[in-house]
């Protein structure tokens, strides 16, 4: 059981002002006075039992009761106090040689601090709260009562009327049980902007209120358990009913998800329809996205080929393990209608220096240098081979062998050749990434191509540079003569 923090009283604070205060206000009074009953009852601000009861903030009141000689029933305090009744009450407890000559009910501690004044506190059982109580001090022909209806476990300095002496004690209280802890609710969501999830509690009881915490134990109250950023963070409730507070919390998870970043690495590509008679759309996204395709029309759609020339747009939209919706990625494919190329008995070549990519452009080494390309190998895959940077001359095929090495095949079309030169190939493999400004001539593995195709096994590893010295078929001059 603990009690409501907002209706604890400060009472060390309190009784230390009020105890200094009272000391030199009575250094003017008549030390005979100390020992005589007309300070009890005095109301002046040097009254030392009137500073113990304003530490109470409880002001006793005398019930006349139907039984003579002070005796109060706990039925006629109820009464006065206009309560439905008390459910708990100990005996009337004598005194008797400067202590109290009975036993308390359990959770009590009571004791007489001298003939004339008395201290009490009380602990409930697990679980439960001490509601309100009522003290009956009695002394002489009359009792003081003392009622705290404010939840307060302890009272000092409690006297009997017109500064008798204590006779008998009576507790009249209420013990409640303490609230359950709140049930609540969590959220999670997609971030948006402006978004804010708040925890909140379900199926509050009546007369009883809820307060949240960023902690499970101890903390300060939360008046707003809210998030509004990407993130998790979880919130603590307790249910508190009058000065009655849940003996645990409950705990409320809100979480907003980031979204999925845009596609990268769209294929968009520009192609002759006689050589490729077909292009398929295609993106990058990290491991756990998945990708939505749309059409021009912002129709989804799974057909991603096309196949018939002319320009072809679609859109990539990544989507989250949690459903949440990144923005699109464009992919342009062209398909283009080349004809024959006019080629004489002999034909003509320009010398290239061919790179193999994914894609006419991509996966540059240096975005600023030359336009060296590099591929990702990640499984048995075919790319291109660009003549120049955008003229297509072939394939570049990876096969995994599964023993640690690659097979590694250029197969040339129509429109390109080897040079006829020593080591017109030439392959280096990488385990990160590569950068700057290759030099071919340094490369690991080197060969000699001759014909349309050429085949090399290399080790395997996580990036490959292909570099051709190639030669691409042109149309002739003429000769103006």
Known sequence: MRLNPT???????LALAIFMFSCQEMETLDSNLLDRAELALSDGAGDHINARMMIQNVDPVVITGANPGGNVECSEVADYFELDGFNSSSERIATAGGAFNGTFPAGFTVTLTSEKTMDWSFTPGEDEC??????????????????????QTAGTGLVAPDGAGISNVTFCYNITEAPDAPEVMGDEACYEEGIKLTAKAVNVPDGVTVVWYESAEGGSPVADPSITTVGSKTYYAEAVSGTCVSTSRSAATLEIWDLPAAPTNPNS??????????????????????????????????????????????????????????????????????????????????DETAWAS??????????????????????NKTVDL???????????SFADNGDNTVTITIEMNGDGAFQEVGDNVKIQDYASKPGGNPAPGGFAHKGTAEGSSFEITVPKNNYYGVHVDAARLIECPVDED
């Open 358 to 379: 994914r894609g006419a452009g991509l996966d540059r080494y240096n975005m600023r240098g030359n336009w060296a390309t590099w591929v990702y190998f990640d499984g």
């Open 130 to 151: 001490l509601f309100d109580i009522a003290v009956v001090v009695k002394g002489g022909p009359s009792a003081n009562v003392y009622y705290y209806k404010d939840g």
């Open 386 to 396: 660009f003549a120049g940077q955008t003229h297509l001359i072939g394939t570049v």
């Open 7 to 13: 209706a604890m009283w400060s009472t060390g604070v």
């Open 269 to 350: 590509q520009e192609r002759c329809i006689e050589t490729f008679p077909s292009l398929t759309a295609s993106v990058e996204v990290p491991e756990g996205v998945t990708v939505i395709w749309y059409d021009e029309e912002g129709n989804e759609t799974d057909n991603i080929t096309v196949t018939t020339a002319g320009t072809h747009k679609f859109y990539a939209e990544p989507i989250s393990e949690n459903g949440c919706v990144g923005e699109r990625t464009e992919v342009v494919l062209i398909l283009k209608v080349c004809g024959d190329t006019d080629i004489e008995e002999d034909p003509c070549y320009a």
